[in-house]
């Protein structure tokens, strides 16, 4: 209750955001008069599939990242490992810094269209954020707690686990929700290869020239991004050791 009580302002004030913009939404949604195309497209059924669809595709993507990510950044902090951190984080930033659409048609000469090549381009498009951050966190502990911890008898695998990852896990956990949130919008370029997202609705919208139904694609995934970096950063706040800010 005492860290409730601490959080910043912004924490509680981003939910607000969510609630004005999605009763906002819903208030314009039961007001308008929506065509055919739209009316099946925004049906509660196949609404429900796409967002179901689109999350599953940005919680997939962050899971195999982080899997990814948090093990190599830590390796690449190591001393056995240090000198290869640049060419990781170089390689890293080519996925990050190349287009998000290319990338993803890209990979689809490779692996082909739908939901596995959408994870796969997410996945390199998300990894940096992670690392990067997997490296500084762990950087940024004082040499001399780690010191300490050695001197009191604590092995490396035991200081890394009870003393540098606690310590880190603010960073890290900050490097997570910024992936996720790039991934909830990157998710939306999936339906170009074929893959179901709210980008769906999007290209159907501007394809179709249905502006209601583009607009409640780009909505929706607003929506969703806000409510996952809300999230992320509750959790983010939780698993932060007392005293770390």
């Known amino acids: 209750m005492n860290r409730l009580r601490r959080l910043p302002l912004d924490v509680w004030f981003e939910p607000l955001i969510i609630a004005v913009i999605g009763i906002g939404y819903l208030l314009w949604y039961r007001s308008t008069t929506f065509t055919a195309t739209e009316q099946a497209s925004l049906a509660w059924g196949n609404l429900r599939n796409t967002i179901v669809a689109h999350i599953e595709l940005t919680v997939v993507a962050t899971v195999i990242v982080v899997v990814i990510a948090i093990p190599l950044g830590i390796a690449l902090t190591r001393p056995a490992l240090k000198r290869f951190e640049p060419i990781a984080v170089n390689i890293a930033n080519v996925g990050q810094a190349a287009p998000a659409v290319g990338l993803l048609v890209l990979f689809t000469f490779w692996l082909g269209t739908g939901f596995r090549t959408a994870i796969v381009g997410l ?46 896990v603010p960073v890290i956990l900050n490097g997570v929700r910024t992936a996720l949130v790039i991934l909830v919008g990157t998710a939306t370029l999936s339906t170009f290869i074929g893959a179901t997202s709210l980008g769906t609705l999007i290209t159907t919208g501007v394809t179709l020239f249905l502006p209601k139904l583009l607009i409640s694609g780009a909505i929706l995934v607003g929506l969703l991004a806000l409510t996952i970096d809300w999230l992320g950063r509750l959790v983010e706040l939780a698993a932060t050791p007392r005293g770390v800010s």
């Not at 940096?128 to 950087?139: A, C, Y």
Request: aromatic share 4%.
């Open 123 to 168: 996945v390199v498009y998300a990894v940096l954020p992670i690392l990067q951050n997997t490296i500084v966190g762990l950087r940024q502990v004082d040499q001399r707690t780690i010191e300490a911890s050695r001197g009191i008898g604590y092995s490396g695998t035991r200081t890394l686990l009870q003393v540098e990852l606690p310590l880190a």
